[in-house]
């Protein structure tokens, strides 16, 4: 199993969709002032890459910590 693999099952977690919440509603709060500046489908090019920026992130930082949490268990492991 591939760690994406780990991701996308566990995404739908609670503490995934705690998450997705929280984005979500940082990304809306950052996004409310450009909306009144542009017209609506320029605004949801710029939305869809600011979402996809933060999914991108959240993926990321899944994939460091999971390597991280491993490499630790094996330094504990062997004395570290």
């Known amino acids: 199993m591939k760690?994406?693999?780990?991701?996308?099952?566990?995404?739908?977690?609670?503490?995934f969709q705690q998450l997705d919440r929280v984005l979500t509603k940082e990304c809306e709060r950052r996004l409310a002032p450009i909306c009144m500046h542009l017209p609506s489908s320029?605004?949801?090019?710029?939305?869809?890459?600011v979402f996809s920026i933060a999914y991108a992130a959240k993926k990321s930082s899944f994939q460091i910590g999971f390597k991280s949490a491993i490499r630790l268990l094996f330094e504990c492991r062997d004395g570290g």
């Open 42 to 49: 320029e605004y949801e090019q710029v939305r869809d890459v």
């Open 3 to 15: 760690i994406e693999d780990l991701f996308a099952i566990l995404e739908n977690e609670e503490d």
